[in-house]
Every structure is written in structure tokens, then in C-alpha cells.
């Protein structure tokens, strides 16, 4: 198996069926790692309380997370605008998996990146919530329909993997230019604190590039392009692309260099606050672009 420095994951949406958990555990296996950033909407509080879908998968999810940690891996979740009421315990950890409203990993190439996960520079999602969720739900919808049609294509014995959600989003970063600018927005942030780069989740759309000297680099999700960032031990950062259910994956979008466990108990009550040592270094977070 391959040895990576550092694995970052954004929007899983556990809680949903949307939730690609199966595959997810597939790629988790593959890539141990010494630290596991989790960035943003890992659980869906606001589909969740329209109603919970939780699957034996999704709930090993929890349990692989919390064995990682236990095991010695650095894991830190970075709470979305989804999961957003775990903000509220911000400097504690759950099992030994810390909780931060933001943070900055430093590579093993000395480059420094702002994780955060990205919905305060969303003007939607941050200034008119209920335009975020009807479009959430909207969104939901297509990602169901996707199933279906995935179906219907492996039955025609059509080649390959086309997303109805992913050509939804398509169209329309072309209509509006992608939420107001988004990526440029985040880049704007993180060139005012001097850092080198940002990692950040949100809008499901995974990326690696680069924006006037910075590294610009998006998770993807885990409902619909299953994409996650990893770091090599070099600090090089590598997009995956995970699809097969057999877990061979497709690799694109290189940045410059510079079986199952058994389960283990839930924590039951909010653990003291643990610290996190080594290479990353803490943020007060600055809003508004």
C-alpha cells in the first residue's frame, strides 16, 4: 500500500444516501497516512434533519476515522456550513480527532496551506441561507437521479463515468462564473495572510492549480466525483480520483514540487481538548474577501 504524508477529504455527507461510503472506505484503506485533514460537511445536519439515512457503511466510516486516531494519526475536522453546529467546539476533540474552525498544515516541502472549507467565502451560503438550501436539495436530487443513471448505463454497457450532477455544475459555473468568483475569493484570503496555498472543500469541485503564484487546491466530495487531495512524503500534492468499486483509481492534476476493522465504541460524552503537535500552526479566521 502506498505511504502518504498527509490524506485531505472534504463533504462526505454522512447521513445522506448520497454518501459514496463504500468507496470511500476503499480509498482510506489504500492510503494510511500520518495526518487526516477533514474539511467541512462531513456530516449532514441540514439534509439530516429532513430525515437520516445512516448505512453500515457510513458508520464504519466513523469507526475507520476514529481508529486512525487512535492509532496515532494527526486528525483534525474542520467543520462546513453542513456540519456547521460542531463549530461550537472548536479547540476540543471527539476521540482523539481534533476540531478547529481553521488551521495551517505546513508540507514536507516547507509550504505553508490554509485549510478552511470554504462556505465564508461563499456569498450564498453566507448571506442568503435558504438560497443555499433550496439549492442543496436540488442538488441532492440530480446526485439520486446520477445513481439511476449509472445504472442504466452499465445495463447499455456504456463505457466510463458521466455525472449528471457534474454537468449540472458545469453549465452553470459557466452561467454565473461559480458562485461569485469563488476560488478567486479564497485565493484574495489566503494572498493577504502570505501563506502559499489553500485546501478547501465546498463547492464540490475538485481542482489543483495554480492562481498568480498560489496553489489552489479543492477536496472535491464524497456523493458524486469521490475526490480526495493527498500529500506525497516529497510535499507534493496529488488530486485522486477514486471511482472503481475494486479501488484501482485515475490520477490527474499533479502540483509543482517544492477488509474492513472491526467496530469500536462511539465517544459517548465531548472528550478534554488534545493537542495537536508538528507542522501546523493555528489561525484566528479572518471573514469577507
Known amino acids: 500500500m502506498p ?34 485533514y477533514m474539511v467541512g460537511d462531513i456530516v449532514d445536519f441540514w439534509a439530516m434533519s429532513r430525515g437520516i439515512h445512516w448505512t453500515p457503511a457510513q458508520n464504519t466510516v466513523v469507526q475507520k476515522i476514529l481508529r486512525r486516531a487512535r492509532h496515532g494519526d494527526q486528525v483534525m475536522l474542520i467543520p462546513g456550513n453542513h456540519d456547521e453546529a460542531l463549530r461550537e467546539y472548536v479547540g476540543t476533540a471527539f476521540g482523539d480527532i481534533r476540531v478547529e474552525r481553521e488551521w495551517v498544515h505546513t508540507a514536507a516541502d516547507g509550504r505553508r496551506y490554509l485549510l478552511v472549507h470554504g462556505d465564508e467565502f461563499d456569498q450564498i451560503t453566507y448571506c442568503h441561507r435558504w438560497i443555499a438550501v433550496i439549492g442543496d436539495m436540488a442538488y441532492n436530487t440530480l446526485v439520486r437521479a446520477n445513481i439511476l443513471l449509472s445504472w ?3 445495463k447499455l454497457r456504456r463505457p466510463g463515468y ?5 454537468y449540472a455544475k458545469r453549465k452553470v459555473k459557466k452561467a454565473i462564473n461559480f458562485i461569485f468568483d469563488f476560488e478567486d475569493a479564497v485565493a484574495h484570503e489566503v494572498r493577504q495572510r502570505g501563506l502559499h496555498g489553500v ?4 463547492i464540490h469541485w475538485a481542482a489543483i492549480r495554480e492562481m498568480q503564484g498560489l496553489t489552489y487546491i479543492n477536496c472535491g466530495d464524497w456523493v458524486d466525483s469521490c475526490t480526495a487531495i493527498i500529500e506525497h512524503l516529497d510535499g507534493r500534492m496529488e488530486l485522486v480520483h477514486w471511482h472503481s468499486p475494486v479501488g484501482a483509481e485515475a490520477r490527474a492534476g499533479m502540483a509543482p514540487a517544492s477488509g474492513e476493522e472491526a467496530p469500536e465504541e462511539l465517544p459517548l460524552a465531548l472528550p478534554q481538548p488534545a493537542l495537536m503537535q508538528d507542522q501546523t500552526t493555528p489561525l484566528a479566521l479572518r471573514k469577507g474577501t
Open 3 to 36: 505511504q502518504v504524508r498527509a490524506v485531505f477529504i472534504s463533504d462526505l455527507h454522512l447521513g445522506t444516501r448520497a454518501c459514496q461510503a463504500g468507496p470511500l472506505l476503499e480509498f482510506l484503506k489504500e492510503y494510511p497516512s500520518e495526518y487526516l
Open 152 to 154: 442504466l448505463r452499465r
Open 162 to 166: 458521466w455525472s449528471l450532477a457534474g
Open 199 to 202: 485546501i478547501c472543500g465546498h
